[in-house]
């Protein structure tokens, strides 16, 4: 059974930084894409980054790009989210999600992985 435990969030002043991490386990994400969405209170789950496995493609959405950084993680099945320069409207619970399968149109879209619990960024102005 796959498991994601996300990691990081906390309270951080506007123009500030948040490193979150994330920790697949229960299989190999070797040859899918894992990625991160988040969700404000009151609004839908949205897409914010994501990475491909065996190729490093990365995609952000667009009010993140430039700000935010997603990479592989120092251990296997972990990936990172580098946030600066985070704003107010950047406040939310982040989830992280994996899927074995490299297939990014069903990912962003919510068709395909496994979800981690979330965690809280709150940003202050």
């Known amino acids: 059974q796959v498991h994601l435990v996300e990691s990081g969030g906390g309270l951080v002043e506007t123009g500030g930084s948040l490193r979150l991490s994330c920790a697949a386990s229960?299989?190999?994400?070797?040859?899918?894409?894992m990625g991160w969405f988040r969700q404000a209170p009151g609004k839908e789950r949205e897409f914010v980054a994501s990475?491909?496995?065996?190729?490093?493609?990365?995609v952000y959405e667009d009010s993140v790009r430039g700000r935010f950084t997603i990479s592989k993680g120092s251990a296997e099945n972990t990936v990172d989210l580098q946030m600066d320069n985070l704003r107010p409207e950047d406040t939310a619970v982040y989830y992280c999600?994996?899927?074995?399968?490299?297939?990014?149109?069903?990912?962003?879209?919510?068709?395909?992985?496994?979800w981690g619990q979330g965690t809280q960024v709150t940003v202050s102005s």
């Open positions: 229960g299989r190999s994400f070797s040859g899918g894409i």
């Open positions: 999600k994996a899927d074995h399968r490299p297939w990014v149109l069903a990912f962003r879209q919510g068709q395909i992985g496994s």
């Open positions: 990475i491909t496995w065996s190729s490093d493609t990365t």
